[in-house]
């Protein structure tokens, strides 16, 4: 099934998020809160606040820290944060999917467009470019051979997936990535990184020299404390 490495690139996005320790503490806390304040604060029936949990366990992020996010949800709070999702051009014409939570929407365009456009982008329309991405559901599973994943292949509903070093990757519809979570953890596999993520239809090759100016606006863009994730079509090593 795979045969392409979008797990690379997944991991250039994560280790760029992990340097920015602090940074990413502030948006997991800012993805628990609004998801408890849309979806309640009851875990079972909340799949996002679900996710976002996860994240921040993945993140160490205190437990303390974790329940007063929650508990501000409940309460009464003047945090108004609008989920935007922006999209635009890279450098070589890369497309760019841009995940922010805002409280205020001028700063944010102000901020991403000069982002862009110091490297060589642009911001797009609506709908300029999701259509080069798809919504999939992504976790790992350690020490498990592609031999061990096709056991279980009948119990479970992967779209894809691709081994990397003695773990497995797998791709799933993003309503079926706790199902299919919790199904590995009763089989006594472990688990990590599972997430919802935009991903790429078909990606771009790049140079070197292109690649490190890919790498330095996902960088500046991931510093900006509005934004949530971000997506690129380009290939990198």
């Given amino acids: 099934m795979a045969g392409h490495s979008k797990w690379a690139n997944i991991q250039h996005r994560k280790k760029a998020q992990d ?35 996860s994240k921040a366990n993945a993140a ?4 303390d820290t974790v329940k007063r996010a929650i508990d501000k949800a409940s309460g009464q709070n003047n945090d108004n944060f609008e989920e935007i999702t922006y999209e635009g051009y890279g ?13 205020n929407k ?9 982002a862009l456009t110091k490297h060589g982008g ?6 300029s470019v999701s259509h080069l991405f798809r919504k999939v559901g992504i976790m790992k599973l350690l020490n498990v051979t592609e031999d061990d994943l096709l056991e279980h292949m009948d119990f479970v509903d992967i779209e894809d997936f691709e081994m990397i070093d003695a773990d497995c990757i797998i791709f799933t ?5 706790f ?16 997430e ?7 990606t771009i090759e790049m140079s070197k020299d292109d690649e490190e100016q890919i790498s330095d606006l996902s960088s500046k863009i991931e510093e900006l404390d509005d934004v949530q994730n971000v997506y690129m079509n380009a290939s990198l090593s």
């Avoid at 160490?60 to 437990?63: D, E, G, T």
């Avoid at 450098?91 to 409280?103: F, N, S, Y």
């Avoid at 001028?106 to 000069?114: A, E, Q």
């Avoid at 642009?122 to 709908?127: I, K, P």
């Fill in 179 to 194: 199902n299919t979570k919790k199904y590995f953890e009763s089989k006594t596999v472990q688990v990590a990184d599972e």
């Fill in 173 to 177: 519809k993003p309503n079926e990535l």
């Fill in 19 to 53: 340097n920015k320790r602090g940074k990413t503490f502030t948006k997991v806390i800012r993805e628990i809160t609004v998801a408890a304040k849309m979806g309640g604060t009851d875990v079972s029936s909340n799949s996002r606040l679900r996710l976002a949990l």
């Fill in 106 to 114: 001028n700063r944010t365009v102000s901020d991403l467009r000069h």
């Fill in 122 to 127: 642009s911001l797009g329309t609506n709908g």
């Fill in 91 to 103: 450098p070589k014409g890369i497309a760019v999917i841009i995940e922010c939570l805002t409280d």
């Fill in 196 to 202: 919802i993520i935009m991903d790429a239809l078909t």
């Fill in 60 to 63: 160490n992020v205190p437990k």
